[in-house]
């Protein structure tokens, strides 16, 4: 029974105390009512704080967007981790392609020049694959993790404590506006005293009114005294949350370093991937591009042009490319025969044309009349045509 007395009580203190919230509230957006304002400083603080949450979310967003374009995906992973449980393991958009393609060269081939490219680009992308994984799961974990615990954890922790703050300045401003009133009620009823009354009754009554106006103000006082300690107790504790906010950006700034260098990673390896690949591979020869309906000339490896020099060219993490040689033009103008390295394997297309494999030295000279994208190279007893765009002089 006691234990129903004190929850009914607490029950009528709490509602009084958020009646007297909402008046105080409803007063000051009317304008009838004054309102504590916060210190610049704090002020400031909670504006920074709001502008990284919002920030961070949009940050944060975009970034799962690109990791994982597929919205569907997104949502099951979401309902995954809620749940606490790991997501179903899928092949991502490179490794299905890769696959795709090895099946069709199995299926073509391996010993065609198709199926055998075919089942070099499906292992290609398959790598690529592997890596972009590498990329979600590292950025996850480095990135979109720390964002996530700012927003899941700190900035809840911080809201709740501004609403609290907010909650207090209501309290203060409520006790204000009742000082005022109890000062104003007693003065006015302190002049009706001092006049000229008739009879002790009515003096009486008078009295008892006094007495119980400066009871109610003297409460009041003390009311006001009560939260504005409490008003400024929850201020600095908000404030000193607030100022960590400075700590996160720091550590937001380590993390985007860690995304910024996992891209970098996942980049250089997928440019390293598609060189080696183009290396494989070199260019089709002169009869499959006729299947485009486009002119069977030179072969042209897709890679840079240049074939003839040797600068190298440094990429991120240390990878260094060194790029096809400068130009073969002066080949052309050299009379005798000189000797040439083979960059790239070269299927002949008919019999005018010589086969290439790569890294073999062949012998190459100029013939009057010939187109100038072909030299004529020799092998032993075997000659013909070879692109020029395949060879590099040696000295």
């Not at 704090?42 to 949450?53: D, F, G, I, P, R």
């Not at 060269?105 to 075919?118: D, R, S, V």
């Not at 964002?147 to 703050?165: H, P, S």
């Amino acid at each position: 029974m006691n234990i129903m007395d004190f929850n009914v009580k607490k029950l009528a203190a709490d509602a009084g105390t958020f009646l007297s919230r909402a008046v105080q509230f409803t007063e000051e957006k009317l304008g009838q009512a004054e309102k504590t304002e916060l210190d610049a400083h704090l002020e400031n603080l909670l504006s920074k704080a709001e502008c990284t949450k919002i920030w961070t979310e949009k940050i944060m967003k975009q970034t799962e967007v690109l990791l994982q374009p597929n919205p569907n995906a997104r949502i099951e992973e979401f309902v995954y981790e809620k749940l606490d449980r790991k997501a179903p393991s899928r092949s991502n958009n490179p490794e299905l392609l890769g696959q795709y393609m090895i099946d069709a060269g199995t299926e073509f081939g391996p010993g065609t020049a198709y199926g055998n490219a075919l089942i070099k680009c499906g292992e290609t992308q398959k790598r690529i694959g592997t890596a972009d994984r590498e990329l979600i799961q590292t950025s996850a974990l480095n990135f979109l993790t720390p964002l996530r615990n700012f927003i899941e954890g700190d900035y809840k922790t911080i809201a709740k404590e501004r609403k609290l703050l907010q909650n207090k300045r209501l309290d203060l401003d409520a006790a204000k506006t009742r000082l005022k009133k109890a000062k104003a009620a007693e003065a006015r009823n302190s002049q009706l005293n001092s006049a000229r009354l008739e009879g002790d009754n009515i003096m009486v009554n008078f009295s008892y009114m006094l007495n119980f106006l400066h009871v109610k103000w003297l409460k009041s006082e003390q009311e006001l005294r009560t939260t504005q300690s409490e008003f400024d107790r929850q201020a600095e504790i908000t404030r000193l949350l607030l100022e960590g906010i400075s700590s996160t950006h720091a550590h937001h700034l380590r993390c985007l370093n860690d995304f910024v260098e996992a891209q970098m990673t996942y980049y250089a390896q997928c440019y390293q991937y598609m060189l080696d690949l183009q290396k494989q591979l070199g260019s089709f020869p002169s009869n499959y591009l006729c299947n485009n309906n486009q002119t069977a000339a030179t072969p042209t490896p897709s890679v840079l042009p240049n074939v003839i020099g040797s600068s190298a060219m440094a990429s991120t993490s240390g990878l260094v490319i060194t790029p096809p040689p400068a130009n073969l033009n002066d080949v052309k103008e050299y009379n005798g025969s000189r000797k040439a390295r083979v960059l790239y394997d070269y299927d002949a297309a008919n019999s005018t044309e010589l086969s290439l494999l790569a890294d073999e030295v062949i012998t190459v000279f100029s013939v009057v009349g010939m187109d100038s994208d072909w030299l004529m190279g020799e092998r032993g007893n075997q000659k013909g045509k070879v692109p020029i765009t395949y060879l590099e002089l040696l000295n």
